[in-house]
Each structure stands twice: as C-alpha cells, then as structure tokens.
C-alpha cells in the first residue's frame, strides 16, 4: 500500500471506531489530526480521547508485533505525544481491535525491554518504534482484544 492508501483507510477505521461507540450511547465531539489525539467521545458526563491505529501488515496470527511509533523525521511522536485516554489498534487483516489504556501501554513499554525499529515508515521518514509482541500471554493480558470486522459498519 502507499502512503495515501494507508492514510485514507486509517481515517476510515477512526471513523468507525467512533460509530461502534457513537452505537452504544457515545457522542462524537471531535476528530482530530494533530498528534494529540484521533477522537474525542462523550458518554453522559465523562469524555474519553483515543489515538487509533490501522495496521495493514499483519496478514494472520503468526504476525507477532504490535508496532507502536514513537518517533517521526527525528521529533517525538506516537505514544511519546498523545495525550489519548486510550490507543486503539486495528488489525486489518485480522479483523481484531486491540484497546489498551495509553497510560498502561507506556506502563508495559516501561516494564518490558522491546526490540525497535528504525526507518519503519516512508522512505527518509525516519521512523522508530517499539514492535510489542501480540502472542506472549504476558503481554497480551494489557489488552482488551474484539474480533470485529469493520468493514460492515457504514
């Protein structure tokens, strides 16, 4: 996939993360795209925020990692400046959304010593990041894991 690709069905899986809770009572308040966060939902009172990314690479189970930016053209980013209450991984291929609270993902970054990546984006991107391994039953206990196909909502 290109750049473009890969940005434009990203948008699209924000946008029906936000239809799965907007079905169950959410509000949308904001779409954002500026590092802080990808969505702001309201329930009654409490507002949640929730950084959301698509991976289109792992292609099944065997796939291991959970690739977790951190840095981009050699500026923090990622999970180094979200503020999102939440991060939200999708898995494409797999049809699995895997939540973790920001504040317990950068708790496991902190816990565990992960292997990572340099020049993992674009060509001269510079992208780092942590490659978090889905399968070890240590790891995957951080996470809430839902098997939904996205493709459906719309």
């Known amino acids: 996939m290109s750049f473009w ?6 948008n699209e899986t924000e946008i029906k993360i936000s239809f799965l809770y907007e079905n169950n009572g959410y509000t949308r308040v904001e779409k954002r795209d500026d590092g802080k966060y990808d969505l702001l939902l309201q329930k009654d009172d409490i507002m949640k925020s929730f ?7 792992v292609k099944s189970d ?7 930016e951190y840095e981009y053209k ?9 503020e ?10 797999l049809k699995e959304v895997w939540y973790i609270t920001t504040e317990d993902l950068r708790n496991l970054i902190e816990e565990y010593t992960f292997l990572t990546t340099y020049q993992s984006g674009d060509d001269g991107s510079n992208t780092r990041g942590y490659l978090i ?4 039953i ?3 206990k951080y996470f809430k894991v839902k098997k939904i196909d996205l493709s ?3």
């Open 62 to 68: 065997k796939d291991e990692n959970i690739f977790v």
């Open 138 to 140: 240590e790891i995957k």
């Open 74 to 82: 050699n500026r923090p980013s990622g999970i180094s400046t979200t």
């Open 5 to 10: 690709s890969d940005l434009r069905k990203g």
């Open 84 to 93: 999102a209450d939440w991060w939200v991984n999708y898995f494409y291929n």
């Open 133 to 136: 391994p889905r399968n070890e």
């Open 152 to 154: 459906s909502i719309y």
């Open 51 to 57: 950084e959301v990314k698509t991976d289109f690479y």
